[in-house]
Structure formats: C-alpha cells, structure tokens
C-alpha cells in the first residue's frame, strides 16, 4: 500500500480540521466586530461602496460558518471542502486584485493574519486553496477519485 493510500484519510481529516478553525474563528470574528468588517469592505479600493458592503458583512462570514459546520460531519464533508475550496477562490481573487491592481493597499484582516504583508496573504490564501484541492482530490467520496483509478490492481 502506498504512503499517500495509507494516510489519505488522515490528510483530509486534518485539512478540514485546519478549515474549521479558520473559518469557525474567522466567521464569528466577522460577526462579532461586524461594524469593523462592514467598514473595511466598504472602504475597499476593489469592493467599495455600501451596497457591496452590506451584502458581504452578512453573507461573507455566514458562508465561513456554514463551511465550518459542513466540515465537521463525514457525511457532508466533501460538500464543506468544496465550499472551502469556494472561499479560498474568492479571497485569492480579492488578494490578487488588491496585490496588483488596487491604487492603494487597506489594512482590513483581524488576528494573526494581520501580520502579513498582502503579498504573503496572497501565498498563504494560495496555500490554502491547493490544501483544498488536494483534499477534495484525496476525499474517499470524491467519485472521480483519480487515486483509485490510476492505482487499483488489473
């Protein structure tokens, strides 16, 4: 049996593990300082302006919350890493547009994270979304489980 067939499960487990403190913490951080969040968005040179503001205080950290309790359960796990994988996409995205197209650089992340520069969050969201991809990829309920595939015996 080889490493990665042997530790599969495991590698997921502690993906999602990963995820579920991120976004548990992060999506009660965003709630609980829900002005500070509204105002960073509001004030974001690439998402600017109230409505968008409004919309994504709300919806942002709710989505993380959601994420994190898809995680903790076997049976909806995979459907969780998807929406992890989901979230990391669009952070990248943001983290991509404020990195090189932004006429200036907010300071809008709470926690440890605020100790990046956003050229360091953007390789850490990076990071984030591949350890989401493999899991999904290493996930037993994946029906296009490639591992299997490839690696079962004739």
């Known amino acids: 049996m080889k ?14 593990l990963l995820f579920i403190i991120l976004f548990a913490y992060a999506g009660l951080t965003k709630l609980l300082e829900g002005h500070l969040f509204y ?9 600017g302006g109230k409505a968008m503001a409004s919309l ?6 709710l989505s993380e919350l959601a994420v994190a309790l898809l995680l ?3 049976k909806t796990r995979l459907m969780g890493l998807y929406g992890a994988m989901g979230l990391m ?4 995205g943001y983290t ?7 006429p200036y650089k907010p300071c809008s992340c709470g926690g440890i994270i605020s100790l ?3 050229e360091q969050h953007l390789v850490f969201n990076l990071v984030l979304f591949l350890l989401a991809m493999m899991a999904i990829f290493l996930s037993p309920k994946h ?3 490639t591992w299997n595939k490839i690696h079962q015996g004739p």
Do not use: C, G, M
């Open 72 to 74: 903790l359960w076997k």
């Open 39 to 47: 105002d960073n968005i509001r004030n974001s040179p690439v998402l």
């Open 116 to 118: 990046l520069s956003w």
């Open 3 to 16: 490493w990665y067939q042997k530790h599969r499960e495991i590698i997921v487990e502690v993906t999602s």
């Open 89 to 92: 996409l669009l952070f990248t």
């Open 143 to 145: 029906k296009n489980n």
């Open 56 to 61: 994504a205080s709300w919806t942002i950290p």
């Open 96 to 102: 991509l547009a404020i990195v090189f197209f932004a």
